[in-house]
């Protein structure tokens, strides 16, 4: 494999441009929104070259339709948008999950609700691990907290959402995706995955292959929506990831994901600093949360301060993972100014 | 004996779940035996949309992916980007197309995606059980329109394939109707030069075909066949209203 190790100064939504094209998806289907429009600029400009296709659709409810199409065909491709476009894609997704579609959505999100505006924000945790739009599914759902991971993760969520036939998400924000940082554009060694023997592409020498998510036979349903359980369920097992810092001395955790765990860190090494035993839990994985990685490290540790930038959501998964005896506190910010890690300190210290 | 009429092989045989005197089943054989006589049964791939359309892949010895509501024309230019080497097609109905997924079918058309479009005009809702239209034609007595459609309250039938010829993207644009043997066997043309449009790679193609819904209508098969050509025709007329003669790239 040819592998630049060089490191290039790129913005984050750049790098998960350069991450999509470096794990094959060669179609992209999008809509302007702010601010995520390098990667359709981005991808404008390259994916034709190499043979691909790129569609400025009319809406975003076109982008993850002609998303899922070229799925269907067994194609890699992707489609990217900021909240309240995604917020348009959810009646797609929920198709997708229904439909066992792979299909990479990258959400540099914004802040809201309704248009809010274009500053950072994790206000749509929710919207991204409780499955967003109507019935019972799951996505999974990656978190990046630094150009670097905007470029792995996106060829990771290829390979996962392939290997489980199931849509998958970039959750970033709005600082991840506009800030430069060094990238090392190495590519990944693509997962084993399973043939892809479910796709359309004409009926030559075998019966019909149908892809759909409306089940009307008695049973059919129930069993369908057992076996997408089944595969969550196997997510939780196989795919989840997160990192600790400072976790194995520490009395005190931070857990926060993405933009909030950069500052965060910051905040640890300040307390560390200061003699405090502060670690950082930094889950990569939302959808499928690392529940049990969180639950070990409160067999030790008996308080937990979570940090997000809204008023509260991943909490409650901190929440339900921890041990009923640890004491889980919370330090929320909406959208606006970024809290300084000096808060975040500030914050340590009234519980420690 | 010879065997002068025959299933098209591009159906499976099995009976169409189509009420008596739905034209949709008529529809369904047009397109299948198009596919056969272009021989690309094995390179055709159907989005079935929302409606009595959906079960499509019940009835077509092809691969098929079903599509959210009004989003089939969306969904089957997704599948012609990525292969190019194939044949897609969608049959929407008129809630489909002409309501909940009209910016979809409009920005399909004027991209001049190379696919077809089937499209299902009864003037009613079928599958919901006989809602008004976005073509329901006015006076006309839906289950939400109890006085009859009053464009003071509901607009006007929306013309579709007129609205489809203005787009520069589209190639082939005809308006058919089923109801009789004159009106099948041009109707039968018309399924047919759409999907050769695609063949030849000449951009979007539309057929609009006037069907009926007896069961919605509450007229009898014969009576609503009757309601096309007095009723409809006239405010819908029938004949081709677009052909390209070359790709505008060549």
């Given at each position: 494999m040819?592998?630049?190790?060089?490191?290039?100064?790129?913005?984050?939504?750049?790098?998960v441009?350069?991450?999509?094209?470096?794990?094959?998806?060669?179609?992209?289907?999008?809509?302007?929104?702010?601010?995520?429009?390098?990667?359709?600029?981005?991808?404008?400009?390259?994916?034709?070259?190499?043979?691909?296709?790129?569609?400025q659709?009319?809406?975003?409810?076109?982008?993850?339709?002609?998303?899922?199409?070229a799925?269907?065909?067994?194609?890699?491709?992707m489609?990217?948008?900021?909240?309240p476009?995604?917020?348009?894609?959810?009646?797609?997704i929920?198709?997708?999950?229904g439909?066992?579609?792979?299909?990479?959505?990258?959400n540099?999100?914004?802040?809201?609700?309704?248009?809010?505006?274009?500053?950072?924000?994790?206000?749509?945790?929710?919207q991204?691990?409780?499955?967003?739009?109507?019935?019972?599914?799951?996505?999974?759902?990656?978190?990046?907290?630094?150009?670097?991971?905007?470029?792995?993760?996106t060829?990771?969520?290829?390979?996962?959402?392939?290997?489980?036939?199931?849509?998958?998400?970039i959750?970033?924000d709005?600082?991840?995706?506009?800030?430069?940082?060094?990238?090392?554009?190495?590519?990944?060694?693509?997962?084993d995955?399973?043939?892809?023997d479910?796709?359309?592409?004409?009926?030559?020498?075998?019966?019909?292959?149908?892809?759909?998510?409306?089940y009307?036979?008695e049973?059919?349903?129930?069993?369908h929506?057992?076996?997408?359980?089944q595969?969550?369920?196997?997510?939780?097992?196989?795919?989840?990831?997160?990192e600790?810092?400072n976790?194995?001395?520490?009395?005190?955790?931070?857990?926060a994901?993405?933009?909030?765990?950069r500052?965060?860190?910051?905040?640890?090494?300040?307390?560390?600093?200061?003699?405090?035993?502060?670690?950082l839990?930094?889950?990569?994985?939302?959808?499928?949360?690392?529940?049990?990685a969180?639950?070990?490290?409160?067999?030790?540790?008996?308080?937990?301060?979570?940090?997000?930038?809204?008023?509260g959501?991943?909490?409650?998964?901190?929440r339900?993972?921890?041990?009923?005896?640890?004491?889980?506190f919370?330090?929320?910010?909406?959208?606006?100014?970024?809290?300084?890690?000096?808060e975040?300190?500030?914050?340590?210290?009234?519980?420690? | 004996?010879?065997?002068?009429f025959?299933?098209?092989?591009?159906?499976?045989?099995?009976?169409?779940?189509?009420c008596?005197?739905?034209?949709?089943?008529?529809?369904?054989?047009?397109?299948?035996e198009?596919?056969?006589?272009?021989?690309?049964?094995?390179?055709?791939?159907?989005?079935?949309?929302?409606?009595?359309?959906?079960?499509?892949?019940?009835?077509?010895?092809?691969d098929?992916?079903?599509?959210?509501?009004?989003?089939a024309?969306?969904?089957a230019?997704g599948v012609?980007?990525a292969?190019?080497?194939?044949?897609?097609?969608?049959?929407?109905?008129?809630?489909?197309l002409?309501?909940?997924?009209?910016?979809?079918?409009?920005?399909t058309?004027?991209?001049?995606?190379?696919?077809?479009?089937?499209?299902?005009?009864?003037?009613?809702?079928?599958?919901?059980?006989?809602?008004?239209?976005?073509t329901?034609?006015?006076g006309?007595?839906?289950?939400t329109?109890?006085?009859?459609?009053?464009?003071?309250?509901?607009?006007?039938?929306?013309?579709?394939a007129e609205?489809m010829?203005?787009?520069?993207?589209?190639?082939?644009?005809?308006?058919?109707a089923?109801?009789?043997?004159?009106?099948?066997?041009?109707?039968?043309?018309?399924?047919r030069?759409?999907?050769?449009?695609?063949?030849?790679e000449?951009?979007?193609?539309?057929?609009?075909i006037l069907?009926?819904?007896?069961?919605?209508?509450g007229?009898?098969?014969?009576?609503?066949?009757?309601?096309?050509?007095?009723?409809?025709?006239?405010?819908?007329?029938?004949?081709?209203?677009?052909?390209?003669k070359?790709?505008?790239?060549?």
């Amino acid at each position: 494999m040819d592998q630049n190790l060089e490191k290039i100064l790129v913005r984050g939504n750049e790098a998960v441009a350069m991450g999509a094209i470096d794990a094959g998806c060669r179609l992209f289907f999008g809509y302007p929104i702010t601010p995520q429009n390098e990667i359709p600029e981005y991808l404008s400009k390259h994916l034709p070259p190499l043979g691909g296709e790129f569609i400025q659709a009319e809406s975003e409810i076109a982008s993850i339709n002609l998303l899922l199409g070229a799925s269907a065909t067994g194609a890699r491709a992707m489609s990217s948008s900021s909240s309240p476009g995604i917020s348009l894609m959810q009646e797609g997704i929920s198709y997708m999950a229904g439909s066992e579609l792979p299909a990479v959505i990258v959400n540099i999100s914004r802040s809201g609700p309704g248009l809010g505006g274009i500053s950072a924000s994790q206000g749509d945790y929710f919207q991204a691990t409780r499955g967003g739009g109507h019935g019972d599914y799951r996505m999974i759902v990656l978190a990046p907290s630094t150009v670097q991971e905007m470029y792995d993760l996106t060829c990771l969520a290829f390979d996962l959402s392939d290997k489980y036939r199931n849509p998958a998400m970039i959750l970033g924000d709005a600082l991840i995706g506009q800030m430069k940082e060094p990238l090392i554009r190495r590519k990944p060694q693509q997962m084993d995955l399973p043939p892809k023997d479910w796709k359309l592409t004409g009926a030559k020498g075998r019966k019909p292959n149908k892809i759909k998510s409306l089940y009307l036979q008695e049973g059919e349903l129930t069993e369908h929506n057992w076996k997408l359980y089944q595969k969550y369920e196997k997510m939780k097992e196989e795919e989840v990831r997160f990192e600790t810092v400072n976790t194995e001395d520490a009395r005190f955790v931070i857990a926060a994901f993405g933009s909030m765990a950069r500052v965060s860190k910051t905040a640890m090494e300040l307390a560390r600093e200061e003699g405090m035993k502060v670690g950082l839990f930094r889950p990569i994985t939302l959808f499928p949360y690392p529940e049990k990685a969180l639950y070990d490290i409160s067999t030790r540790v008996k308080q937990f301060l979570t940090v997000e930038l809204n008023t509260g959501q991943m909490v409650e998964d901190v929440r339900l993972s921890v041990g009923r005896d640890a004491q889980v506190f919370f330090y929320g910010k909406p959208p606006g100014a970024l809290p300084p890690p000096e808060e975040i300190l500030e914050e340590i210290k009234k519980y420690y | 004996m010879e065997l002068v009429f025959k299933r098209p092989e591009c159906l499976i045989d099995v009976p169409f779940h189509f009420c008596p005197g739905c034209h949709h089943g008529i529809a369904h054989r047009l397109v299948a035996e198009a596919i056969d006589y272009f021989k690309i049964r094995e390179k055709t791939i159907g989005v079935a949309s929302v409606g009595c359309s959906v079960f499509m892949y019940d009835y077509f010895n092809i691969d098929v992916l079903e599509a959210p509501h009004g989003r089939a024309s969306a969904v089957a230019s997704g599948v012609k980007r990525a292969r190019k080497d194939l044949i897609v097609f969608t049959i929407q109905g008129d809630g489909d197309l002409g309501a909940i997924g009209i910016g979809e079918g409009i920005h399909t058309a004027n991209r001049g995606e190379n696919i077809t479009l089937i499209f299902a005009n009864n003037g009613i809702y079928g599958m919901t059980g006989g809602q008004m239209a976005p073509t329901t034609l006015l006076g006309q007595k839906t289950t939400t329109s109890p006085y009859g459609r009053d464009f003071t309250y509901d607009g006007y039938p929306i013309r579709m394939a007129e609205m489809m010829a203005t787009l520069e993207g589209s190639a082939f644009v005809a308006r058919v109707a089923v109801n009789n043997p004159a009106n099948l066997m041009k109707a039968k043309k018309a399924v047919r030069k759409a999907f050769q449009m695609q063949v030849e790679e000449m951009g979007f193609s539309f057929v609009e075909i006037l069907m009926s819904c007896p069961t919605n209508w509450g007229l009898s098969s014969l009576e609503a066949n009757r309601r096309v050509e007095e009723e409809m025709i006239p405010y819908f007329p029938l004949g081709i209203l677009k052909e390209r003669k070359m790709a505008d790239y060549l």
